[in-house]
């Protein structure tokens, strides 16, 4: 550290040096981060003090988060849904998993994960000491085989977890099947929509994944992602809010007798930010964003296709694959681990940016 201080100016040119060494946002093909909407700025500046680890001191950020929670359960068709806002799919998915080790209460737990279960679920397994069984993929497809799922749970199952739009390929589990072999074994449905909860709801065709299903215990969902809103904010929603109280502990000197989440300081800027996204656009913004990812995806499948690279499925959501080929220089795209490029069309990437990749595309292949 120096002993004296710069100028703020001086200070803010120092940054943008380093800033301008990343990578430009619209050349970002492999991110499900979100570039925030722009309202985000104004409503940081008006809530970067508040902290949603002692709410007493800020009830009315507290208030949002509620409000915002509410909103997002009634979005999952659920009325009594409740939950809090973490800081992302990670933390989401952990936090559901410990409340069922707490709940279930059996000797060597394990959990039951479709083969494309985000590397979250093995960091909360680590944590947890609990046991990850992977349930293979159905025959030619990248989502869960149900049937080997069911034969890899037991009474020491203590959840069962779907992806709702997997990391890699963006497609949906058969969420009515493992929520039914929930039921069956009495045991938590854990559905990891982290990527797939801000744009399942919004399409044309909406596919079941959500508390609508009968046996869905808690469900991920990252504004982070495709909510639009800065970083962090991701959610968890338990169909039965009660159920956090497994993991309350008591907090002596804040303004509340307990809390159950896993941090403690909470950003109220970013919540506060992701809730003023959803007033603002409504379902009937989120409707126009998600129905133009979708066509620009499908654009990028076209013309990807007309120069001879295969798609490797057809998308399901936002999530563009195909069989792996040279690409041009400056832009990141990344690779699944069957090696398929991978392409996360995000709203920042819009037709001109797909355009002006199809045309680096056909640049490459003339070189
Ligand atoms: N779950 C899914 C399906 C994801 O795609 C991701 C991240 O891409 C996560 C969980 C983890 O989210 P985070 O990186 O916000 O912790």
Redo the contacts with the bound molecule.
């Keep these: 550290m120096d002993d004296k201080g710069l100028t703020r100016e001086e200070v803010l040119a120092h940054l943008s040096g380093f800033r301008a060494k990343d990578t430009p946002f619209n050349h970002i093909l492999s991110t ?1 981060c979100a570039f925030p909407h722009e309202i985000v700025h104004d409503v940081h500046t008006m809530f970067a003090p508040t902290n949603l680890g002692d709410p007493g001191l800020y009830p009315g950020t507290a208030e949002i988060e509620k409000r915002f929670i509410q909103e997002l359960g009634e979005l999952l068709h659920s009325n009594t849904a409740g939950g809090y806002a973490t800081s ?4 989401s ?1 952990l936090q559901a998993i410990r409340i069922a080790k707490k709940c279930k209460k059996v000797e060597n737990p394990n959990i039951v994960v479709p083969a494309s279960a ?1 590397f ?1 679920f093995e960091k909360t397994c680590d944590v947890l000491s609990i046991e990850m069984r992977v349930a293979p993929y159905s025959e030619g497809k990248y989502t869960v085989d149900t049937d080997k799922m069911a034969e890899l749970t037991d009474k020491n199952t203590i959840a069962v977890c779907a ?1 709702a ?3 890699e390929y963006g497609v949906i589990d058969d969420v009515e099947a493992i929520a039914k072999i929930a039921r069956e074994h009495d045991t938590f449905c854990h559905v ?1 929509a ?2 797939g909860g801000f744009v399942i709801p919004f399409l044309k065709q909406p596919i079941p994944f959500d508390f609508a299903i009968n046996g869905v215990t808690s469900i ?1 969902l ?1 504004p ?1 992602k495709m909510g639009g809103s800065s970083i962090p904010c ?1 959610c968890l929603l338990l169909k039965d809010p009660e159920e956090f109280s497994v993991l309350s502990v008591e907090t002596p000197y804040l303004t509340v007798k307990s809390e159950f989440t896993l941090s403690g300081t909470r950003p109220g800027a970013d919540v506060a930010g992701a809730y003023a996204i959803l007033k603002l656009l409504g379902k009937e913004g989120f409707r126009d964003i998600v129905a133009g990812c979708m066509e620009n995806t499908r654009r990028l499948v076209d013309g990807m296709e007309a120069f001879g690279y295969h798609r490797a499925i057809t998308p399901v959501l936002n999530l563009a694959t195909f069989e792996n080929g040279d690409l041009p220089k400056g832009w990141k795209i990344s690779h699944t681990r069957n090696n398929h490029l991978r392409f996360v069309m995000m709203p920042h990437v819009t037709r001109d940016v797909v355009e002006e990749f199809l045309i680096a595309v056909s640049e490459l292949q003339r070189s």
């Design positions: 499900m992302g799919g990670t933390e998915n985000h979250s992806v739009g997997t990391t990891d982290a990527f991920s990252d982070h991701g």
